[in-house]
């Protein structure tokens, strides 16, 4: 299905789109990054003995405490980078593309209906569309290096504010254990990487302003293997983000 198609069943009044949870209010406005959950509720490291190919997805969740002032949300874009200390970048973390060693590996979702993540708010309460757009490596110029950019986005007529105490849900992804050992399987799981959420930018309507957000609320970055990667973060590039809000106006 076409990840901008706006989903059915958009039944909810706009005052109803955030559910508010019952974590404490954040202390700063920025983004963040865990294992298992959002911010400070999650893990920074996450460990695999890579041994199997089944078992329960590891799950990154990112999230994001908003300045004051927002009006209507209409939509966000992350941009995530996944770098390594094995160059090039091993097949075990090559999703989406075609070809790619993994390539149905990784899900992004921005829905948290019905899942056991309640520790921050859900802005989105099932109602946004989008998913990965793109899984781009090499990453600038850098072998080792990935940039996943993920978009979703509401129908602007249920768009409303965030407050600014609060740290929201923004997305999930599910990295399965798929190919892991034996026939078929994709190198290197157990070499360490660094996962950083560069950015997420919150779009509002044509002429109200967006937020961009880069710096940390608490911590945009996360272990894998229990080890930063020596291939290094960075910076965030522009991308095409207003052509994409242009299918919600």
Not at 34 to 60: E, I, M, R, Y
Not at 139 to 167: G, K, N, Y
Not at 211 to 218: C, E, G, I, T, V
């Amino acid at each position: 299905m076409n990840p901008f198609v706006l989903q059915s069943g958009w039944a909810l009044a706009a005052a109803t789109m955030i559910t508010l949870a019952p974590g404490l209010p954040a202390n700063a406005e920025g983004i963040n990054l865990s294992w298992d959950d959002c911010g400070t509720h999650g893990q920074a490291v996450k460990s695999f003995a890579c041994d199997t190919n089944v078992g329960p997805a590891f799950l990154l969740v990112g999230s994001y405490v908003a300045p004051g002032g927002s009006t209507a949300i209409t939509g966000m874009e992350a941009a995530l980078d996944i770098s390594s200390s094995n160059s090039p970048i091993p097949d075990w973390w090559k999703f989406k593309n075609a070809g790619s060693c993994r390539q149905t590996a990784l899900v992004a979702s921005a829905d948290f209906l019905g899942t056991v993540l309640d520790r921050c708010s859900d802005y989105w309460a099932g109602q946004a569309a989008g998913g990965i757009s793109a899984y781009i490596t090499p990453q600038a110029t850098l072998d080792c290096r990935a940039r996943l950019t993920l978009i979703f986005a509401v129908a602007p007529s249920f768009a409303a504010p965030v407050e600014a105490d609060l740290e929201y849900y923004a997305f999930r992804l599910a990295i399965s254990r798929a190919k892991t050992v034996g026939t078929g399987s994709c190198a290197h799981c157990a070499a360490p990487a660094l996962l950083t959420l560069n950015e997420i930018k919150l779009s509002q309507p044509v002429g109200v302003g967006n937020y961009r957000l880069q710096l940390p609320a608490s911590r945009n970055y996360v272990d894998w293997q229990a080890s930063h990667s020596v291939c290094g973060r960075v910076p965030t590039r522009n991308s095409t983000w207003g052509a994409v809000k242009a299918q919600y106006r």
